[in-house]
């Protein structure tokens, strides 16, 4: 049994300068050794009166407290972009912190990670030449962000290529023309059906052989039905059906291919041709309500923007299944959902015959400010007093006609 040595503690209250600054935490009551054998088990510690050792300030890891390596993102085997976000959350809206004039440790820690991420591929710098080194608070927000939206737009691109690929040959066809905006689903799969079973004609059989010679002349319009069976029966009498279907069917197979490909080419065609009708059209619509002016209508910037999301952004859900733009939102609305067909007839006379429709709207604007006139002129005049009025219809004396006089003086006894 080995020698134990009993050792009492006793909670004492001990004071020193700075402790926070030295340890990083807050600390007022420690436990120290007392009893015979307290010297002789004491240990050097921070709170020895030695001078400590403060090295450690001047490297680049200075503040970071060792029990917890793991919360550093550069201790880790992986990084990713979570980390350099959850770095950006530690720096704080006031930018990174600075410990006592030396660099800020999280800034520090940010730029190397940031550095990884960059070599492994996983993060992509902006293409201005600016430095890591000069990123503010702001910079590292928007390099985070967008690199988050091209990680969407990859795995947006990826995943449905990886499906595309793992689907059999048929279906990949039938994708790729339903992606494209391909509507023809029936038709689209008798080609497929059609296709298929030409690549399943088997070269080997006498059936597969004529079948694949009696395709290929259809095809290349060797001649009549008569002539094409006339064909295979003389290569039968030869002995050539085999040779024949072996030089015809990779050249029927690639017929086929290019068959697929060209509808899938002319729906790509007519999805593009569409593509490019809607961009012209925001175009057309941006540069119509730009000027702030319709047809003399002055627009603020918050009419200008709810006329063109209104026209150009599909935000509502349409009866057909398909979002359409408030345009289309209201036109159903009123039709169907809360029925206002004086709306809609508006609406249609506007679209139908702008000219005659604004002309009515003037000329009811015009009667409407002659009424308005009208009964003006009649409140004044019933407001007069009915002397006033008797007055004004009376005509004026003679004398009033001719102006004011006044009696001559009577020449007195004196008067010569």
Do not use: C
Not at 134 to 160: C, F, G, H, M
């Amino acid at each position: 049994m080995s020698d134990t040595t009993q050792v009492n503690t006793s909670v004492q209250e001990v004071e020193f300068d700075n402790l926070d600054e030295l340890l990083g935490v807050g600390s007022e009551s420690i436990m120290v050794p007392t009893g015979d054998n307290a010297d002789s088990q004491k240990k050097p510690n921070v709170f020895s009166d030695t001078t400590p050792d403060t090295t450690f300030l001047d490297k680049p890891n200075a503040g970071k407290v060792d029990s917890t390596p793991a919360a550093t993102p550069a201790a880790k085997d992986e990084i990713t972009l979570e980390d350099l976000s959850e770095l950006l959350d530690q720096a704080g809206e006031e930018g990174t912190k600075n410990l006592g004039g030396r660099p800020s440790l999280t800034k520090d820690v940010m730029i190397e990670t940031a550095n990884k991420l960059i070599e492994k591929g996983l993060l992509f710098p902006f293409d201005d030449g600016k430095k890591l080194d000069d990123y503010s608070q702001a910079d590292w927000e928007e390099l985070l962000e967008a690199n988050i939206r091209e990680k969407e737009e990859t795995v947006k691109e990826k995943v449905p290529q990886e499906f595309h690929n793992s689907l059999p040959y048929e279906l990949q066809k039938a994708y790729e023309y339903v992606a494209n905006g391909g509507t023809d689903i029936k038709n689209m799969f008798k080609a497929l059906a059609s296709s298929q079973e030409v690549f399943e004609l088997d070269p080997t059989t006498e059936d597969g052989q004529e079948q694949i010679i009696r395709t290929y002349l259809q095809t290349t319009q060797y001649g009549t039905a008569e002539e094409i069976e006339e064909e295979i029966e003389s290569l039968k009498d030869r002995d050539e059906l085999r040779t024949k279907a072996d030089r015809f069917k990779p050249r029927l197979d690639d017929m086929q291919d290019k068959i697929l490909q060209q509808k899938i080419a002319t729906q790509a065609a007519a999805k593009q041709k569409q593509e490019d009708q809607s961009r012209m059209y925001q175009e057309s619509v941006y540069q119509t309500l730009a000027p702030g002016d319709l047809n003399g209508l002055k627009l603020d910037g918050r009419t200008q923007n709810m006329l063109f999301s209104g026209l150009v952004q599909p935000n509502y859900p349409s009866i057909s299944g398909k979002p359409t733009t408030m345009l289309g939102h209201l036109l159903e609305k009123y039709q169907w959902v809360e029925p206002n067909h004086a709306k809609i007839a508006k609406a249609l006379w506007l679209l139908a015959d702008e000219e005659g429709y604004e002309a009515q709207v003037r000329s009811k604007a015009s009667n409407e400010a002659v009424e308005k006139t009208v009964r003006m002129l009649k409140t004044e005049q019933a407001s007069r007093t009915p002397s006033t009025v008797q007055e004004e219809r009376e005509p004026p004396s003679r004398d009033q006609a001719q102006g004011r006089k006044i009696t001559r003086p009577t020449k007195g006894f004196f008067g010569r």
